[in-house]
């Protein structure tokens, strides 16, 4: 296994990508967020929506680099060096390898042993740990949800972000009691993985695409994820900067936030492709949702639907039809 100081320096030049296979409810998109949340350097992560619900199998990526060219990508990992599996039933449900780079690792909630998960996934050529994530959860948590102790079976085998660093992602994502209690689920999934290690690393150069390329040379590049996931900003190069273009006029929708409702979960802000959420660093630190961008925001929605207290809703841009009967 690769220590954290050679993670590091892959890191320079790498992206290490991450799949997290869930059922709907059990906080997959979460962990997703907690990785990118405790990592040193610079993060993506999105779920993949489809007809989710209560139980339907749910997928969540992460890109993780020291390179801040590299982890701008809105795509699918397709070729992970990392699986989490929070529910073991998914095994012979969903190809939970797909891609899986040789000598990846495949993380499992389960208590079977490593030659039935290989003869289940049909994969010799991985590493695999196990942990019986659900009893812990019943045990420290009070109930079976087991996105925070994968984590720590992660932390187990790929020492990407520091335990110290994950505890403080949990401390500001929960409050008081819960998240002490999922601090110390992780602690307890560390020490009880189980770790089948075939003595092959990943190869972090799968899918990691060149630095940032321009059209053509003396056009600048992006220092930092901008507003309507455009480039160029700066009018003194480009005369208009395509962050002034009203996008936001390409949608039918007005998406309305309520401040009265919203948690700050900012679920909204990392699933949203235009970066058109706005949120400000408050006095006390944390950062808080502040509204939506309008110029740019296009009303795909996403934000409407995975908002878990409906603080966001929406309205049509268009008024009613001239023969329309008055409310």
């Given at each position: ?52 619900r209560m ?91 087991t996105n ?40 307890q999934a ?138």
């Amino acid at each position: 296994m690769l220590t954290p100081e050679q993670f590091k320096e892959l890191l320079k030049d790498n992206v290490i990508n991450l799949r997290i296979h869930a059922r709907g409810g059990q906080g997959g998109v979460t962990a997703s967020n907690l990785c990118v949340e405790a990592f040193y350097g610079y993060g993506v992560c999105q779920p993949l929506f489809g007809a989710e619900r209560m139980g339907s199998p749910t997928e969540s990526y992460v890109r993780l680099s020291a390179n801040d060219d590299l982890v701008r990508s809105n795509e699918q990992v397709y070729s992970p060096h990392f699986v989490c599996v929070l529910d073991p039933s998914l095994l012979g449900e969903i190809n939970v390898t797909a891609g899986l780079a040789k000598g990846g690792w495949l993380i499992v909630n389960t208590t079977l042993n490593q030659e039935d998960i290989q003869n289940i996934v049909g994969r010799t050529d991985i590493n695999v740990a196990t942990i019986d994530a659900t009893r812990i959860a019943l045990e420290v948590l009070g109930r079976n949800i087991t996105n925070t102790i994968i984590l720590g079976a992660l932390l187990r085998v790929g020492p990407i972000f520091t335990v110290e660093a994950l505890a403080d992602a949990i401390m500001r994502r929960f409050k008081g009691e819960i998240a002490g209690k999922n601090v110390a689920a992780i602690k307890q999934a560390i020490e009880e993985t189980c770790v089948y290690d075939i003595g092959l690393d990943p190869d972090l150069t799968m899918d990691t695409k060149i630095p940032w390329q321009q059209v053509f040379p003396g056009l600048p590049g992006f220092k930092e994820l901008d507003k309507a996931g455009v480039w160029y900003c700066d009018e003194t190069v480009i005369e208009i900067g395509s962050n002034q273009v009203n996008t936001g006029s390409w949608g039918e929708w007005d998406m309305i936030w309520d401040e009265e409702k919203c948690t700050d979960c900012a679920q909204c802000w990392y699933i949203c492709p235009d970066f058109s959420i706005i949120r400000e660093k408050g006095e006390d630190g944390l950062w808080h949702m502040k509204g939506i961008d309008i110029l740019h925001c296009k009303s795909c929605q996403n934000c409407l639907e995975i908002c878990p207290v409906e603080a966001i809703s929406k309205r049509l841009k268009q008024g009613p039809a001239s023969c329309a009967a008055p409310e």
